[in-house]
């Protein structure tokens, strides 16, 4: 889908750095998206001036005017008969009055008080001219304010009539309504997809018959846009295949289809399940104009927090554990009156510990969480969802402990979150750890290679032990953006063993849903794609096909080498995600989801009964349920804008360190290039700005590539201007009132999302500026020993990194029924031998003694978790040997925050002689 967007001549938003040229087609420029239009119109509003100014001329204007109204035809304001206007104004050689027009209309797109002003849809704002059929009526003054979308209608009727349609549209309109929206009509299906991708105000679709393929524009942005329609070569395409084609780039819109014959057959064809409701004729427009606000309701109803919202209003009296509620005790003390006036008195009102009464229970949800939840499972693709008000840490492990039970093998990413191993622990899993590819100069890690994976199995079947494995459980994306190319790592493992459960943690990707580019690298876009596949009769025939291929025992070295296909008749697609809704939506802070795709789900649903039980709290905060309601209502009705808009801030600032000169003197941000080896990266992208970058090779990256990049984590390299991640971190925080999320060594994370804004970038970049300005004044002004002391500095940071250790083994007394090739373990009895006192010893990092037991034994084997900040994956593990390379890399941290390490005590080992008591079979240690 990408390659559509190649070229697109749209305007990049590169705020102070170097421009780029127009027409250049740079990658970037397709996530440029409500920036890029409104620098169109900014420059469109320059030109006008120039031209009153005498300094340019009209024609020059004319040119700018025609290369934005190729795009302006997708979006409801200002229309064609503003644009007409202006056409008509530029063309009567009026400078003045045509710069006053874009003026306008500029400052209402960027206001967007379109949405409600009645006078910003007229040609003259004193209301001469005005023609009320034209206006939209209910776009009132002084109406109250009801939410504004737009809907597109794909028609065969000719554009002569278009205006009289729309008029009709607008007659439909009551005050009753709960929204109002305006008609987008388009003609083809390359201006329907095109409109689709770049109007994210569209919230309905209605799909007349009688359409035609190509647009009535030639512009060269609409054939770039729409080169690479999956269909690009069928220029017949039915009402139904579009509505299919524009559900894959926006799953979440309202698609209807109107047609005047054949509605019975239509509508039983099963792949009419993408639209929401087929309609007979363009007789029946009332009821599709209340089918198109009652499918918008449907996504906007919150249950939950309406109910919330009703309960916090009723005069209700608590005779219960929960003082705070109603706030009476806050707003009658004279101690903490501040904290009711600082949060208002809604809070309070609305804090309950009731699960009646319009609320529910988060424990055992009948009433409107389930439904609450029904809908999140709608949102996100999935078949279940459970909403968790204690973070991801929560969901991943409520997910482990359903999912595995003891002595189940689990693959896991050793890098992955802390939750996951802590999981293993509860449930007694025996985590086999596999290693992602090391970033050592970067002191992190990035993913794990497939191969690995792969490899992990085939020892396991090699052992006859893959009945024991449940689950591969890895992080998507990772924390410094590794996406996983999910689709095929579950085809791949499901070749291997059919019934694999998958567990993607993706707390940082929740929003890539709602993103055509990065969904189908989601755990669940990649599980829709699987199901899909699943059911076309093609995939058994190219299963069998690669079978013959692959003759009756192929070596491992092949099945290594080979894109495996999993036999379609065996697979048990059982896949769930974990993400922290707080961390890219509009939750409140601990709100999280954990998502269900999983055709065994109700061989497990009394675990997951269980593991909320477990980790659920009994008094779960209103607030956070009601915050992951709204945030999925918001991603719903807006999410595709939004999450348009966190990619383009992205680009924005890659972009401004990029071709910034004193910036990128001592800064930049690494792309794909420095993040992802060579070898993963088997399209040959490299960056999204590499000069020559097109979206050909961006898609291609996107559909086949084993890692690639989430453009919106992005790593800033800071060691190259002396100083460390937290160095940096810290004077961000403390003189410029940045937050950023995670350090490394030499590194800064940032990260950009929905909430920020094109002024949040110019800040970042001024910041930028200033800094590098004073590294380079220091060093310029300094002296040789300034320049002397910096370069040390920097090669400190850059190049005398430690090298990152591997997860070793488990000590063989945790390994019991282990496999020979493999380095699973019991983790959990390696944790509980921390609690037996006399069974552990400490001795300090620089006692020699680690060094004389590490070349004569015995061995030692660490009783804890330690997991050092940055770079926080666990270094040692409960029940692993610990090597030299462990001990060297312990050593030249330099970091302050060590999880379970306590410098003054030493490292925490278990001693010799409690190993051999855990040497025992596992029945006999059950005995003891
Ligand atoms: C990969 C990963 N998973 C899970 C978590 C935990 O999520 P939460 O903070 O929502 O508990 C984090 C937190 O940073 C994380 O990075």
């Not at 312990?890 to 030493?906: N, P, Q, S």
Request: charged content about 25%; hydrophobic content about 40%; aromatic content about 8%.
């Amino acid at each position: 889908m990408l390659r559509l967007l190649h070229d697109l001549e749209i305007r990049g938003t590169a705020t102070m750095a170097k421009e780029p040229k127009a027409h250049e087609g740079r990658i970037d420029q397709f996530f440029s998206g409500p920036g890029a239009r409104a620098d169109l119109w900014r420059d469109l509003q320059d030109a006008a001036q120039a031209w009153v100014a005498g300094k340019d001329n009209r024609a020059k204007f004319e040119t700018l005017l025609a290369e934005l109204a190729a795009t302006e035809d997708y979006h409801a304001y200002p229309g064609p008969h503003l644009l007409e206007a202006m056409r008509d104004r530029a063309a009567a050689d009026d400078a003045r009055s045509t710069h006053e027009l874009v003026r306008r209309i500029s400052t209402a797109l960027l206001t967007r008080s379109f949405r409600r002003h009645a006078g910003d849809w007229e040609v003259n704002d004193e209301g001469d001219g005005a023609m009320p059929d034209i206006l939209p009526p209910t776009l009132g003054r002084g109406e109250l304010h009801r939410p504004y979308f737009e809907t597109l209608i794909v028609t065969g009727m000719p554009a002569e009539r278009w205006p009289g349609f729309c008029v009709e549209w607008r007659r439909l309109r009551r005050p009753l309504d709960q929204f109002v929206y305006e008609p987008v009509i388009v003609g083809s299906v390359e201006d329907a997809f095109c409109a689709t991708m770049l109007n994210p105000d569209i919230a309905a679709v209605v799909i007349n018959e009688g359409f035609v393929f190509r647009s009535r524009h030639d512009a060269p942005v609409l054939r770039t846009l729409s080169a690479s329609m999956e269909q690009q070569h069928n220029t017949e395409m039915s009402a139904l295949q579009l509505a299919q084609l524009l559900k894959k780039v926006r799953p979440e819109l309202d698609l209807y289809i109107v047609s005047n014959r054949r509605v019975e057959e239509l509508a039983g064809d099963p792949k009419a399940g993408v639209a929401r409701r087929i309609f007979y004729s363009v007789e029946e427009l009332l009821e599709l104009h209340l089918a198109i606000l009652e499918g918008v309701q449907d996504r906007y109803d919150t249950p939950f927090f309406d109910n919330l919202k009703k309960y916090a209003q009723r005069p209700i009296g608590t005779f219960h554990a929960l003082p705070i509620a109603r706030g009476k005790s806050v707003f009658r003390s004279d101690w903490i009156r501040d904290m009711g006036e600082f949060y208002g008195p809604t809070l309070f009102l609305a804090e309950s510990s009731a699960t009646t009464g319009g609320l529910d229970s988060l424990l055992e949800p009948t009433g409107n969480i389930k439904v609450a939840q029904e809908k999140a499972a709608r949102a996100f693709g999935a078949d279940h969802v459970f909403f968790v008000t204690n973070g991801t840490s929560t969901s991943n492990k409520m997910a482990v402990q359903a999912l595995l039970g003891p002595g189940d093998i689990a693959i896991v990413d050793r890098n992955c979150h802390k939750s996951h191993h802590y999981g293993m622990v509860l449930a007694g899993a025996q985590p086999l750890y596999v290693e992602a590819f090391p970033m050592t100069e970067y002191s992190m890690y990035g993913a794990v290679p497939l191969r690995t994976i792969k490899e992990a199995l085939l020892n396991l079947k090699a052992e006859n032990r893959l009945n024991r494995v449940k689950m591969l459980d890895l992080t998507n994306c990772t924390f410094d953006g590794h996406i996983y190319n999910t689709r095929r790592v579950m085809e791949e493992c499901l070749a291997i063993k059919p019934d694999l459960i998958f567990l993607w943690d993706e707390a940082w990707f929740g929003f890539a849903r709602f993103s055509p580019f990065l969904r189908p690298r989601t755990a669940m876009g990649a599980a829709n794609d699987i199901e899909a596949w699943l059911n076309d009769p093609a995939s058994l025939a190219a299963y069998d096909k690669q079978q013959v291929e692959l003759g009756k025992t192929p070596s491992n070295e092949k099945l290594l080498n080979t894109r495996l296909i999993p036999d379609p008749r065996q697979v048990r697609l059982r896949v769930y995600q974990t993400h922290s809704t707080h961390k890219s939506m509009s939750a409140l802070r601990q709100g999280s989801m954990l998502l269900v795709k999983d055709i065994d789900f109700h061989t497990v649903e009394a675990q997951f009964h269980e593991a909320v039980f477990t980790h659920a709290s009994t008094s779960p905060n209103q607030q956070l349920i009601a915050s992951l309601d709204v945030a999925r209502r918001q991603m719903e009705l807006e999410g595709y804008g939004l999450v348009g808009n966190a990619i383009e801030v992205a680009f924005a600032i890659r972009q401004a360190v990029a071709s910034h000169p004193l910036i990128s003197k001592y800064f930049r941000i690494l792309g794909a290039d420095g993040m992802v080896p060579p070898q993963y990266r088997q399209s040959g992208f490299t960056d999204f700005l590499a000069p020559g970058m097109n979206w050909a090779v961006a898609l291609k990256s996107m559909q086949e590539d084993e890692f690639c990049l989430d453009p919106t984590r992005m790593t800033l390299v800071c060691g190259t201007a002396g100083f460390d991640g937290t160095q940096f971190k810290g004077l961000l925080a403390s003189r410029y009132n940045i937050q950023l999320n995670k350090t490394s060594r030499n590194s800064v994370l940032l990260q950009s999302n929905i909430n920020n804004t094109r002024s949040d970038v110019a800040h970042l970049i001024r910041v930028l500026v200033e800094i590098s300005q004073n590294v380079d004044q220091r060093l310029t002004q300094g002296g040789p020993n300034v320049r002397k002391a910096f370069e040390e500095r920097v090669k400190s940071l850059m190049t005398d990194v430690p090298d990152l250790p591997n997860f070793s083994h488990f000590h063989a007394s945790f390994r019991k029924d282990a496999g020979k090739r493999t380095n699973e373990g019991d983790i959990r009895s390696g944790f509980y031998s921390a609690y037996n006192a006399a069974g552990c010893e400490y001795i300090r990092l620089a006692d020699p003694e680690i060094d004389r037991r590490m070349k004569s034994g015995p061995e030692l084997v660490s009783a804890n978790f330690v997991i050092p900040y940055p770079p926080g994956f666990p270094i040692m593990v409960p029940g692993q040997v610990i090597t030299k390379e462990t001990i060297d890399f312990m050593r030249k941290l330099d970091v302050k925050e060590i999880h379970g390490y306590d410098a003054t005590e030493g490292l925490k080992l278990v001693r010799a002689e409690a190993l051999a008591k855990h040497a025992g079979p596992p029945q006999k240690r059950a005995a003891e």
